[in-house]
Each structure stands twice: as structure tokens, then as C-alpha cells.
């Protein structure tokens, strides 16, 4: 059992570039998320989603793209990379209930850096 | 605006005393609050809950109490040990079981043999 996965570790892109950042779970977690953690700011809710073909947005998604088709994977597309887009990523799930959602698991994070 | 603050950036407590994280928040609609720990390079790990119809949870050495009336929440270790040096988030959420977390911006606990 991996819990959350996360590739890659670490990321270099130049301004303008476009990239996909990975996110896998085989716990079969029906929820999702990506948070961006920057210097005192703490984490900041990204995009989320409830289910397989269910997004929806958080805190802070402009200039990123999700899509949930399968259970397991949830990649962060980012379209076209911005300065302001770098921080470290880290991508979570939890498993629901009748009621909600439990508290959730991490993935170890993506450094990413834009020049 | 920063609906959960944690105003210690660091706190430095020597081995076997108490260490107390102090959480703020001002969204009275805040009905479930969490505390994560978090080491160099990996993701943050879930430590311990409470939801708003209670006061105090205790898990082993770690205590959350929640004093709604000054929207403020506490962990307690005790007593703390050397593996509890790690960044700590206090975070909140709408309702028990919202996917949405509001986190703070963390605190860095060193624990001080």
C-alpha cells in the first residue's frame, strides 16, 4: 500500500512552459485535492474533487487545470508557468462517509520552481 | 485575510515539559478543526480532530482543546520528545467531513534534549 504518490520531486520550468504534475492514490479514496504551500502562508486549497468525473475549484486555481477519470489519479495541470507559480505542491485524499469526508493523506510533495 | 492564524511562528521547548500550539480563527461558521505535523520534505500528517460539540480530545500524548467563545484552539503535547520536532498546522473546515480546509500558516516546534 503506497498511500499517495506524487511524481515528479522536483521541477524547473521556464516561464511559459506548460506541465503536468502526478498524483496517485491506491487507497480507493473518493476524495482528492492539490494544495501550493509558499512561505508563510501555509497551505492553500488548489482544486478538489469528490469522485471520479467531479471537480471543482478551491482557494487558488487560476492558472491550473484537473481532471479526475479514474479513482486513482488526479494529475495538476499547470498551462502555462508563471514565477508566482512556484512553491511546493502537494496533492491528498480521504475517504468518505454518510456524512463527509475523513481527514486526510499526503503525498510527500513537488518542488516546483519557474524561472 | 486569514481565517486561521497561528501568531508563533517557532517555539523551542526542552525534552519532557509541555509544549502548547496556539490556533486562532475568526469564521464563527468553522464547525471542525484538525492538527497536522509536518516534516523537512514530506507531506503533512493528520495528528489529531475535534469537532465544534466538543471541547477537549485527547490521543496518547497529544490533546486539542477548543474554547469556541474566543474562537481559539490549543494542542498540548506531553510531554514532548525529540520526534516531535516537525512544523504543526492547525486547519478548519466548514462543517465535519467538508472537503474544503482553511489552514494556518504553521508553526515550528523544537523540542530541545
Known amino acids: 500500500n503506497a498511500g499517495v504518490t506524487q511524481t515528479p520531486k522536483f521541477q524547473v520550468l521556464k516561464t511559459g512552459q506548460s506541465m503536468t504534475l502526478q498524483c496517485a492514490q491506491d487507497?480507493?479514496?473518493?476524495?482528492m485535492s492539490w494544495y501550493r504551500q509558499d512561505p508563510g502562508m501555509g497551505l492553500r486549497l488548489i482544486h478538489y474533487?469528490?469522485?471520479?468525473?467531479?471537480?471543482d475549484q478551491g482557494e487558488v486555481p487560476n492558472g491550473y487545470n484537473v481532471s479526475r477519470s479514474t479513482t486513482e489519479d488526479f494529475p495538476l495541470r499547470l498551462l502555462s508557468a508563471a514565477p508566482s507559480q512556484t512553491s511546493v505542491y502537494f496533492c491528498?485524499?480521504?475517504?468518505?462517509?454518510?456524512?463527509?469526508?475523513?481527514?486526510?493523506?499526503f503525498g510527500p510533495g513537488t518542488r516546483l520552481t519557474v524561472t | 485575510d486569514q481565517q486561521v492564524k497561528q501568531n508563533s511562528p517557532s517555539l523551542s521547548v526542552q525534552e519532557g515539559r509541555i509544549s502548547i500550539l496556539n490556533c486562532d480563527y475568526t469564521?464563527?461558521?468553522?464547525?471542525?478543526f484538525l492538527w497536522y505535523k509536518k516534516y523537512p520534505a514530506e507531506g503533512p500528517t493528520f495528528l489529531i480532530s475535534?469537532?465544534?460539540?466538543?471541547d477537549k480530545n485527547e490521543d496518547g500524548r497529544f490533546t486539542v482543546f477548543l474554547n469556541k467563545s474566543a474562537k481559539h484552539l490549543s494542542l498540548h503535547i506531553v510531554p514532548s520528545q525529540p520526534g516531535d520536532s516537525a512544523v504543526y498546522f492547525c486547519?478548519?473546515?466548514?462543517?465535519?467531513?467538508?472537503?474544503?480546509?482553511?489552514f494556518g500558516t504553521g508553526t515550528r516546534l523544537t523540542i530541545i534534549p
Open positions: 491528498a485524499s480521504s475517504y468518505s462517509w454518510d456524512r463527509g469526508f475523513y481527514e486526510q493523506y
Open positions: 487507497m480507493n479514496h473518493e476524495y
Open positions: 474533487s469528490v469522485g471520479a468525473g467531479i471537480t
Open positions: 469564521n464563527s461558521m468553522f464547525d471542525y
Open positions: 475535534i469537532s465544534s460539540i466538543k
Open positions: 486547519a478548519a473546515s466548514l462543517a465535519f467531513g467538508n472537503e474544503k480546509l482553511t
